[in-house]
Nanobody, 119 residues
Framework: QVQLVESGGGLVQPGSSLTLSCAAS????????MMWARQAPGKGLEWVSG????????YYADSVKGRFTISRNNAKNTLYLQMNRLKPEDTAVYYC????????????RGQGTQVTVSS
């Protein structure tokens, strides 16, 4: 089990930017691959982005590539997701999650933060 607390969500207009943060505790953050995932209303959990333990490698879903940037600060045990040029279809609850193979499991992600993109 892990402790992950997301923040930074909100209601924004299309084309706007938001930065999500995730504070991690109760595990060795600097040794862990971390992910962002999202769940839109009525849909399943969707992987959005991932980053390896030292931040040297990042990965993105095609739907967000070129608009979103994942990063981490291991000294602060914090994961970030910079989201630019937001679209209505980005509306979802965003979760940070631990691990390449565990990110989709309930005990390995936070409670989520709502992002709503609407005019």
């Amino acid at each position: 089990q892990v402790q992950l607390v997301e923040s930074g969500g909100g209601l924004v207009q299309p084309g706007s930017s938001l930065t999500l943060s995730c504070a991690a505790s109760d595990f060795t953050f600097s040794d862990s691959h971390m992910m962002w995932a999202r769940q839109a209303p009525g849909k399943g959990l969707e992987w959005v982005s991932g980053i390896n333990s030292d931040g040297g490698n990042t990965y993105y879903a095609d739907s967000v590539k070129g608009r979103f940037t994942i990063s981490r600060n291991n000294a602060k045990n914090t994961l970030y997701l910079q989201m630019n040029r937001l679209k209505p279809e980005d509306t979802a609850v965003y979760y940070c999650a631990k691990g390449l193979t565990t990110w989709h499991l309930p005990g390995y992600r936070g409670q989520g933060t709502q992002v709503t993109v609407s005019s």
